[in-house]
C-alpha cells in the first residue's frame, strides 16, 4: 500500500509542474528573456536544489507538527489529494495544493482520532490568511524602491537590468517551488516511517515535476506569458519577486504558503501604489471563499475516506 | 553565466546599431537635399532616393529583430513607432527632392533663401534627433534634445509662413506649376514635424520604464 502513497505523492508532483511552471518562468518565457525548453530545464534544475536544501522544514510542518500521521493517514490523505487536484486542474478550477493536502490531512487524523496539533495548525491558518499581505507589502516597497534607484539609469540599461531582475524573480519562484509547494507534499511521506532513500525521493519528484512541466506546461505558460508580458516589467518584476521573497520567508518558518496567492498579493501590492482604487476587491473575495471552502472540502474527503477505510 | 541563460543582449544590440545606422542615413539625406537646394543642383536630388532605399533595408532589419525577441514587449511598439516615424521623413524627403527637380525656376526663386533656410534647419533637426537618440543609452538630457528641436520646428513653421506669403500675391497660370511648387514646400516644411514628433516618441520611450 506504500506504493499507493508514492505513486499519487509523485502524481501531485507532477501536477504542480504542469501548473507552477507558469508561475515561475511565465513571464520571462513570455517576454522572450528565456526559451521555454531552457526555461524548463533550469525549473527543474532549481525545484531539485529548493527540496534539497531548504524542504526539510516545510516538510516537518506537514509531516510531523500537525497530526501524528500514520501509513494510512499518508495512503488517504496523498491519493484524495492527487484525485481532487487532478479534477480540479480537469476541470480548471483554482484548488490550492497547500490546502487540499492539510485539509485532508487534518480530516483523516480527526477519522482514525490521530493527535492534532491545534497550535501548528492556527499556526499555518495564520501563514494562509497574512501571507498574500506579506507578499503585497514586500511588493509594494519593492516598487517604490525601483521607482527610486533604478530610474536614474539610461533607458536601455534599464531594460537590461528588468530582463536580469525578471530572469531572478523567476529562478526564485522555481527554488520555492521546491522548497515550499514540493515539500508539503512529500512531508507525510517523508515522516511516515518508511524506509526511503531521501535524495532518490527528491529525485524522482523533482523529475516528475519536470516532466509535468515539459508535457503539460507550454500551454499555461503560452496564457500566462502573454497575457503578462503587456504589463510594464516594473510591476511584473516587483509582483514576482514580492511574492517569491514572501514564500521564500515562510519556508525559513517552515510555514506551507501557496505562492499562487501571494503573487496575487504581489500584484495588489503593486497596484497599492498607484491607488487603492486599482485594487480588485471582488478578486480578493473570491480568493477569501476559495480559503474557506478548499481545506473544508479536503476535510471532508479525508475524514470520510478513512471512516470508510476503519468501518 | 547569465548572459548564456538569458537569450537576449544581441538583438538589442543589432536593433540599436541599426537605429544609429538608420539616423545616420537620415543625416546622409537632409545634408545631400540641403546641398542640392543650396546650388540649385537638382540632378544631385537623386542621392535622396538612393538613401532612402538604403535605409528601407535598414528599417526592415530593425523591425524584424524587434519580431524575432529583442527587448521587453513593453516598449517593442514604441521603438517600433519610432523607426516607423523615421522612415515617414524619409519618404517626404524623397517626395520633396521628385518635386524639386520640376519646380519652375522663375516662380522657386521668390522663395529660395526661405527654402535653403529650412533645408539647413532639416539637416541640423536630425542630427539632434540623432544626438538625441544616443543619449537614451548615456543617460543625457534627452527634455533639452527635445525643447532644441521644437524650437527649430517653430523657425520651420516661421518661415513657412514668410514663404505662404509670398506665394500668395504670385499669380498662377499654370496648374501644375502651382500644385509642384505647394507640394513641394508642403513637403520641405512638413520633415521637422515628423523629427517633432519621433523625438516626442523618444521622450515617451525613455519615460516608459521610469
Known amino acids: 500500500m506504500v506504493e499507493v502513497a508514492v505513486v499519487a505523492s509523485l502524481l501531485i508532483a507532477f501536477g504542480i509542474g504542469s501548473n507552477d511552471a507558469s508561475n515561475a518562468l511565465g513571464i520571462c518565457i513570455g517576454a522572450g528573456i528565456i526559451k521555454l525548453k531552457r526555461a524548463i530545464f533550469l525549473f527543474g534544475i532549481l525545484v531539485f536544489l529548493g527540496i534539497l536544501l531548504q524542504g526539510q522544514k516545510v516538510m516537518k510542518t506537514v509531516g510531523k507538527n500537525i497530526v501524528d500521521v500514520n501509513m494510512s493517514i499518508v495512503i488517504v490523505v496523498l491519493a484524495i489529494s492527487a484525485i481532487l487536484i487532478i479534477i480540479s486542474n480537469w476541470r480548471r478550477l483554482p484548488l490550492s495544493t497547500h490546502q487540499v493536502i492539510i485539509g485532508s490531512l487534518i480530516g483523516a487524523a480527526v477519522a482514525s482520532d490521530s493527535a492534532v496539533n491545534i497550535v501548528s495548525i492556527i499556526k499555518i491558518v495564520v501563514s494562509w490568511i497574512i501571507s498574500p499581505f506579506v507578499a503585497m507589502g514586500f511588493s509594494f516597497l519593492l516598487y517604490k524602491t525601483l521607482e527610486k534607484t533604478i530610474s536614474k539609469f539610461p533607458f536601455f540599461q534599464i531594460e537590461k537590468l528588468l530582463r536580469a531582475f525578471l530572469i531572478f524573480s523567476g529562478m526564485l519562484i522555481s527554488y520555492n517551488t521546491g522548497a515550499n509547494e514540493l515539500a508539503t507534499v512529500l512531508g507525510p511521506l517523508m515522516h511516515s516511517g518508511i524506509e526511503i532513500n531521501k535524495i532518490l525521493l527528491f529525485s524522482i519528484a523533482s523529475v516528475m515535476v519536470f516532466s509535468g512541466a515539459i508535457l503539460l506546461s507550454h500551454r499555461v505558460i503560452e496564457t500566462v506569458g502573454k497575457g503578462i508580458t503587456t504589463l510594464d516589467p516594473y510591476s511584473g518584476f516587483a509582483a514576482q519577486f514580492g511574492a517569491g521573497g514572501c514564500v521564500l520567508f515562510f519556508t525559513f518558518l517552515g510555514m506551507p504558503i501557496s505562492t499562487t496567492y501571494c503573487i496575487i498579493g504581489g500584484i495588489s501590492g503593486v497596484g497599492l501604489t498607484k491607488g487603492i482604487s486599482t485594487v480588485k476587491f471582488g478578486l480578493l473575495k473570491k480568493i477569501a471563499i476559495n480559503f474557506a471552502v478548499t481545506p473544508s472540502l479536503a476535510f471532508l474527503f479525508g475524514y470520510l475516506a478513512l471512516k470508510l477505510i476503519y468501518s | ?210
Open chain 2, 1 to 210: 553565466m547569465l548572459n548564456k541563460i538569458i537569450s537576449g543582449g544581441k538583438l538589442e544590440k543589432k536593433v540599436i546599431e541599426n537605429i544609429k545606422i538608420h539616423l545616420k542615413i537620415l543625416c546622409s539625406a537632409t545634408e545631400c537635399f540641403k546641398n542640392a537646394i543650396t546650388t540649385g543642383n537638382k540632378e544631385s536630388t537623386f542621392c535622396v532616393a538612393d538613401l532612402e532605399r538604403e535605409a528601407d533595408s535598414i528599417r526592415r532589419q530593425i523591425i524584424s529583430t524587434i519580431h524575432e525577441g529583442a527587448f521587453l514587449p513593453f516598449i517593442r511598439p514604441n521603438i517600433c513607432r519610432f523607426v516607423e516615424m523615421v522612415d515617414e521623413a524619409f519618404d517626404i524627403l524623397e517626395d520633396a527632392a521628385f518635386e524639386f527637380r520640376y519646380l519652375n525656376n522663375e516662380i522657386y526663386k521668390l522663395i529660395e533663401n526661405e527654402c535653403a533656410k529650412i533645408a539647413k534647419i532639416n539637416s541640423e533637426i536630425c542630427e539632434l534627433l540623432s544626438i538625441a537618440f544616443d543619449s537614451l543609452l548615456t543617460k543625457g538630457d534627452l527634455k533639452e534634445k527635445n525643447l532644441a528641436i521644437r524650437i527649430y520646428e517653430k523657425q520651420v513653421d516661421d518661415l513657412k509662413f514668410d514663404i505662404t506669403e509670398k506665394l500668395r500675391k504670385i499669380d498662377i497660370k499654370n496648374f501644375w506649376d502651382g500644385k509642384i511648387i505647394t507640394d513641394f514646400v508642403y513637403y520641405l516644411t512638413n520633415l521637422s514635424d515628423l523629427i517633432e514628433d519621433a523625438s516626442d516618441y523618444l521622450y515617451i520611450i525613455e519615460v516608459s520604464l521610469k
